[in-house]
């Protein structure tokens, strides 16, 4: 599951109060971050209170957006996450793992590729699935 924004409105002075597909709610003030090329047009208050909602994020009519990530981690929250967001969250650290434990084992299927032995010496061995054991 993906964060997404799912309502915005514009409160004044740079101020966006946005809901998230995670239940949550808030607050971004964004007057800080509209420099470069794409968001300083924004500074203009008459453009930024322009701004609409997409199929995941809020933009305006320059083109100019934030993630929704970004988004979610300036928002000061007036409600909080619901289970949906501790799910993102497990979600995204379990890929991460994932990521990490299979990145350790194609280092290791090359090592053996190579003809050479793990950490420490020894040579690799599978577990009962066939998998590599790394340690």
């Known amino acids: 599951m993906f ?10 002075d740079y101020k966006l109060k946005l809901q998230f597909n995670n239940g949550a709610e808030g607050v971004v003030d964004l007057e800080s971050e509209l420099y470069g090329e794409v968001f300083e047009p924004l500074r203009d208050e008459g453009l930024f209170k322009q701004v609409f909602l997409t199929s995941r994020t809020v933009e305006w009519p320059n083109g100019a957006d934030f993630a929704p990530e970004f988004l979610f981690e300036s928002a000061e929250l007036t409600v909080a996450p619901t289970q949906a967001q501790t799910q993102i969250r497990a979600e995204d650290m379990l890929r991460e793992a994932t990521y990490a434990r299979n990145r350790e084992k194609l280092i290791t299927l090359a090592d053996v590729v190579r003809g050479e032995t793990a950490a420490g010496g020894a040579q690799p061995a599978f577990d009962e699935r066939g998998e590599f054991k790394t340690k």
């Open 3 to 12: 964060l997404h924004v799912t309502a915005v409105e514009y409160l004044g």
